[in-house]
């Protein structure tokens, strides 16, 4: 069954650093998401990507981070300076064209650790 | 904007016996709603959906949901809990539009089956 693969499964990092999470979404869907989930709190919404740019973005989605889809394959989440407070689970998702449902395929995440 | 309340954040059940999980949602607009889990150390595995039609929904694992459109509500619920059940569960909405499609989620609850 294809899935949404995401690496590294832990990054531990300084402060202040770059961090680039990496997203390979199932290979036919064209909407990629990320999302963040720090520990003990709810999953949160950070961006959305169709057709090379951002669809939606929240609030936490600051000038510190960026998406990109490099190549055919990858989709990845940079974020530029890491502050303590970036530490959490970050899940990339997608989903594919047409199915205006919502439903989306989750990675098994990428746990960062800022130090 | 619409937003998920999971009313209960940590559910310990008895295995073998019957579990109720709570959600409500906010929106000015018509929905889809999901209930994803997270066993752990995992990511996030779609149980069901509810897009339209039948308001009894059922899942994966011997799940179900209903929707009550009146009282907002998507409730899960499973007759009997096996050990292997115990995970943190998201209910999930989305909004009917074009594009984006972004899940708002809950703030999960934890359910920690008993022997």
């Known amino acids: 069954e294809p899935e949404v693969t995401q690496t590294p499964s832990h990054q531990v990092t300084q402060m202040g650093q770059e961090v680039i999470l990496r997203c390979v979404p199932i290979?036919?869907?064209?909407?990629f998401y990320w999302y963040r989930q720090i520990l003990g709190q709810k999953v949160e919404f950070l961006v959305s990507f169709y057709n090379n740019e951002i669809s939606e973005k929240s609030e936490i989605f600051d000038d510190q981070f960026s998406v990109e889809r490099p190549d055919g394959s990858n989709f990845t989440l940079k974020i530029r300076s890491t502050k303590l407070e970036d530490s959490a689970m970050y899940f990339c998702?997608?989903?594919?064209?047409?199915?205006?449902?919502?439903?989306?395929?989750f990675g098994e995440g990428s746990r960062l650790t800022v130090l | 904007a619409q937003s998920v309340t999971q009313l209960d954040s940590q559910v310990p059940v008895f295995e073998e016996a019957p579990v109720e999980l709570r959600c409500n949602y906010s929106s000015s607009v018509s929905v889809y709603l999901f209930w994803y889990v997270q066993y752990p150390n995992q990511g996030l595995q779609l149980l069901l959906k509810?897009?339209?039609?039948?308001?009894l929904v059922k899942g994966i694992n011997g799940f179900e949901a209903e929707f009550n459109k009146s009282q907002t509500s998507f409730h899960l619920r499973k007759p009997s809990v096996h050990i292997s059940d115990t995970a943190e569960y998201f209910c999930?909405?989305?909004?009917?539009?074009?594009?984006?499609?972004?899940?708002?989620f809950g703030g999960g609850t934890r359910v920690l089956v008993k022997p």
């Open positions: 998702a997608s989903r594919a064209s047409g199915q205006n449902t919502g439903e989306l395929f």
């Open positions: 290979s036919n869907h064209l909407y």
């Open positions: 999930a909405v989305s909004t009917i539009k074009a594009a984006g499609n972004k899940l708002t």
């Open positions: 509810y897009l339209s039609g039948s308001t």
